[in-house]
């Protein structure tokens, strides 16, 4: 892998954390992602399954993750399986994990740690000790799943081979967990997030009248994966002038034109923690009257709703208030009528017109990460903060984001070294 090696005791403190949320006598399986093809003989390129990681640190294709904190045999309260490797493999595919590397990174020890084809045999010792077993599905309110997973066909098997067995969703308990960042995982956000800031740099020095948004893509790969990243945490937008309006604006394929704003939604991946930063230039480092006035509004919006994200807060309620200021802001504008906005409908308000997304979501593994709605904010939750105002009219789309760690004593802007006032992106674009 290009990152850096991870402390074990990460993914050692995660199956602790997890154990105390199982049932007495509970088994719990995960299974890596599988390879996707393409056509032909082709494949897209391996992302693990952010579960089997968190538990794991294995970023490996086909591996099995079994837990069984109670089985009283102690040789079977975790099993770690793994494709074992080959002369062939190793010549076409390169080196695959040994039981000795795997226990270095997951912290599971050897006698523990299995090769595929003994998956069967294993199980069998375990699993008629179970009172329950945990799997896995991807359980996400925005996910539109039409690819049966590894998880998915294990768990049609399983049914299958164990008709009596009582089974349980393993994705509320991961979704609980993964909401709160351990302080070694802000770490690696926060390693995503600085070479996402480098980035950001070498882009207001090569934005000019003229390039086009693939070149800026191009630039953006460089700076990304000469610093270990694998890459961008999600499909970039680089939309200039109207583009910016449309909200997931992937083409990236218009010439920046004097005159328009560029936005910017580009965030690095690293260790599979993800970074998620959108900011707003003008293509020839100076604002009109026009954009810096929207600009700073959106920029007052999130500073504002910054300071909600605390502890106790409600996701519905944080966004409602973040609402209100928007209506104000679009208000003074002059792009909502204050009397109208008197009169509208609660469920369906005006300014939804300019800012029809939300303001934060969970950030982490995923990108929208898992976590749920209805629990309060609480420390080590990391969110996004990413208002912005589309003037599809004026062909004008503006959106600002950074990534807020909520603590104890309030929240921490992760991304406070990024430029985002618009002096600062004007001083710099215009230094180079």
Request: hydrophobic share 40%; aromatic share 10%.
């Amino acid at each position: 892998m290009r990152y850096l090696p991870i402390d074990n005791q990460l993914f050692v403190q995660n199956r602790r954390r997890l154990a105390q949320q199982l049932k007495p006598t509970s088994m719990v399986v995960l299974h890596a992602n599988d390879i996707m093809p393409t056509n032909a003989d082709g494949t897209m390129g391996f992302r693990q399954n952010n579960d089997l990681f968190y538990l794991s640190g294995i970023d490996q294709e086909e591996t099995m993750l079994v837990l069984f904190p109670d089985h009283p045999d102690e040789k079977f309260r975790e099993a770690l399986f793994l494709r074992e490797t080959s002369e062939l493999i190793e010549i076409w595919e390169g080196h695959k994990l040994t039981k000795a590397e795997a226990e270095q990174v997951s912290g599971i020890s050897q006698k523990q740690i299995y090769w595929t084809h003994e998956f069967d045999f294993i199980f069998t010792q375990m699993v008629f000790e179970a009172g329950q077993v945990y799997l896995n599905t991807n359980e996400h309110t925005r996910a539109t799943v039409e690819v049966e997973t590894r998880d998915a066909r294990f768990i049609r098997q399983f049914k299958e081979r164990y008709p009596l067995h009582r089974l349980e969703r393993l994705a509320p308990l991961m979704h609980y967990l993964r909401a709160t960042k351990l302080p070694q995982e802000v770490e690696l956000i926060g390693t995503a997030i600085a070479i996402t800031d480098k980035m950001f740099r070498r882009l207001l020095s090569f934005i000019k009248p003229g390039v086009w948004e693939y070149e800026i893509e191009a630039e953006m790969y460089h700076e990304f994966i000469r610093n270990r990243s694998k890459g961008p945490a999600y499909t970039p937008i680089i939309a200039s002038g109207a583009s910016a309006c449309v909200l997931h604006y992937i083409e990236n394929s218009k010439q920046c034109k004097d005159g328009d704003m560029l936005l910017l939604d580009i965030g690095a991946e690293y260790a599979n923690y993800n970074a998620d930063m959108t900011r707003s230039v003008p293509v020839n480092g100076r604002f009109t009257e026009r954009q810096r006035a929207v600009y700073d509004a959106v920029l007052r919006v999130m500073k504002a709703a910054r300071q909600m994200l605390v502890p106790g807060n409600l996701w519905d309620e944080y966004h409602k208030e973040v609402g209100k200021i928007m209506e104000s802001e679009l208000i003074g504008l002059g792009l909502l009528d204050k009397d109208e906005v008197a009169k509208q409908d609660p469920d369906a308000p005006l300014y939804k017109k300019y800012f029809m997304h939300g303001t934060s979501h969970f950030l982490g593994l995923d990108v929208h990460d898992v976590g749920n709605k209805y629990r309060k904010f609480e420390p080590g939750m990391v969110f996004t903060c990413e208002p912005g105002i589309y003037i599809r009219e004026e062909g004008l789309g503006i959106r600002l984001e950074n990534n807020i760690l909520i603590t104890e004593s309030g929240n921490i802007d992760l991304m406070e070294q990024i430029p985002v006032e618009a002096e600062e992106i004007e001083e710099l674009m215009n230094s180079r």
